[in-house]
């Protein structure tokens, strides 16, 4: 029965880490845990969450993607210059979507079929991806003013945002994809142990060139996401800042960097957890150019908190090897 407790608050870890997190900083300052700001919050971690699911299948197959944080930006800045210029909002979002899949179909050839190490390999489509999205915003800043966007980036009045209701329906058909599915069954076992899937007959090529292509439709919803948030678009929207958001999203909701675990719920958390510590330390009056200095060095107080957690598990289990 304790066992069964112990293994129950663990899995809930993440989930566990941002309650502290709310109570602590609500105390520093009653602004921070209000209704109001809350929402916001949450909207705010919409884009984080999303492009954190995004390197969540990613970092399952034991890879990782550099080139997703400038992806976002490309299909941004294509999707706001031709709605700019005139163009429907289906051939936009229908250019943007294909400017992602190109990307995650070259990124799933070189590792998968050409077996570059994925660092390499995604570093060097991050160069190609950043150098086609300054070709396309030859005008620097693009403003973007479709109807039907401002009304799913702002809510027009609606209780709940747009934005988080989607990236809620996202997140919980990612939960059902990773954890019902053949496809999601496949990936942990190719991040597990490649070999062994390999032996079971599975084609680990394939799946990590799906997986990449999965990645990209989210890459796009990110991107989508932030032009519907916001009415200027410019070739610095995503970019690093907004991967490293993303991994770190991931890494704190329990995704393994060397691949096999992880769960949706957990980089949902892990979002909103970077969106409260961003806020939090803003409201709290931290100097601009301290507050990566901040948030990183409490990201790191949460790893280690949560690498002692899954050390206290491996050791209930009888296990030394953490």
Known sequence: ???????????????????ALLAAFGMADARIVAREHLWVLLQQATPVAMLGMAVFWILLTGDID???GHCVALSAVTMGTLLSAGMALTTALGTGLACCLLVGCLNGLLVAWLRIPSFIATLASMLMVQGATLIVATTGTILVLDPALRAFGTGAGAGLQPTIGFTGAVAVVSWWLSRQTRFGLKTFAVG??????????????????????????????????IIARV???????????????????????????????????????????????????RVLGIEPSSLDLCKGSIIVLILLGERGLHALRALAHGRFDV
């Not at 293994?7 to 993440?14: K, Y």
């Open 1 to 19: 029965m304790r066992s069964k407790l112990l293994n129950l608050a663990l899995d809930q870890a993440p989930w566990l880490v941002l309650l």
């Open 66 to 68: 550099l080139s997703a």
């Open 192 to 225: 597990s142990h490649p070999a062994r899937a390999e032996l079971a007959g599975m084609s680990v090529g394939r799946q990590k060139f799906g997986v990449f292509l999965l990645s990209s439709v989210y890459v796009f919803f990110t991107a989508v996401i």
């Open 231 to 281: 009415p200027v678009v410019n070739p610095g929207v995503g970019g690093v800042s907004l991967l490293l958001d993303a991994i770190a999203a991931a890494v704190i909701g329990g995704t393994s960097l060397l691949g096999g675990r992880g769960r949706v719920g957990g980089v949902v958390c892990g979002a909103i957890t970077i969106s409260l510590l961003t806020a939090a330390l």
